[in-house]
């Protein structure tokens, strides 16, 4: 069964500070691997999306990188900001003929203090 | 700007009834996507559609209806059969179900039972 598991589950820091996500999963076969930011009330926006060659991804303050060696995956945020409060979902996809079959993560939510 | 309208923001259902949920794209996207969000959970598929007048269940189909007679429009019924519907529904849009494009969200829409 495909699966993916997000670590932590919550997480608290002061504002300017960096921390760092963690995703390993268990999806055969692999072809992407993606995350986004789901603030509170609202959809999930994408951050960043990894295919398997390619083992780091830079969108602004937010670095993802991507083993698939060991199946994990890492969202690194610089210089966090208030507004980064969120959840952060990682998502996995397997392609199998023709279909695209996404597994998603739980989310770490992410509050960032002042 | 593009994107994808979900409506009501917030629908309340009394026991026994069916209610239904929005969801319009102007992405002139093929593939849309119905989700269930839980506390705690991740995001879980519920019907999928990836052309006109077509649409397959996802992993969570009992108690809930699709349509999709225009490109645009994908709205979700959610009927008495649904015995725990409170939950945070999310409507998503791809360009097609190929393995590398992009979902799209809106901004959801909260069920609560009165």
């Known amino acids: 069964k495909n699966q993916v598991e997000q670590s932590p589950q919550s997480l608290i820091i002061l504002e300017g500070k960096n921390c760092t996500l963690q995703?390993?999963?268990?999806?055969?076969?692999?072809?992407?691997l993606r995350w986004y930011k789901q603030d509170t009330g609202r959809g999930p926006v994408s951050l960043t999306i990894m295919t398997f060659s390619e083992n780091t991804k830079s969108n602004g303050r937010y670095t993802a990188t991507l083993d698939a060696d060991t199946k994990q995956s890492s969202l690194h945020i610089t210089a966090s900001q208030l507004s980064d409060s969120a959840s952060y979902i990682c998502v996995v996809s397997s392609a199998s003929g023709g279909s695209y079959i996404p597994t998603f993560g739980r989310g770490t939510s992410l509050i960032v203090h002042p | 700007d593009g994107g994808i309208t979900q409506s009501p923001k917030y629908l309340f259902r009394k026991e026994g009834q069916n209610v239904t949920l929005s969801c319009e794209q102007n992405?002139?996207?093929?593939?849309m996507y119905w989700y269930r969000q839980d506390p705690g959970q991740g995001l879980r598929l519920i019907y999928y559609?990836?052309?006109?007048?077509?649409?397959q269940k996802g992993d969570i189909a009992e108690g809930y209806s699709v349509s999709r007679e225009k490109k645009e429009s994908f709205p979700l019924t959610v009927t008495s059969a649904q015995k725990n519907p409170t939950a945070f529904y999310l409507c998503?849009?791809?360009?097609?179900?190929?393995?590398?494009?992009?979902?799209?969200f809106g901004d959801g829409t909260r069920l609560s039972i009165l």
């Open positions: 992405l002139n996207h093929d593939a």
């Open positions: 998503a849009s791809s360009p097609g179900q190929g393995a590398f494009q992009p979902q799209h």
């Open positions: 559609s990836q052309i006109v007048n077509d649409f």
């Open positions: 995703c390993n999963y268990t999806v055969s076969p692999f072809s992407n």
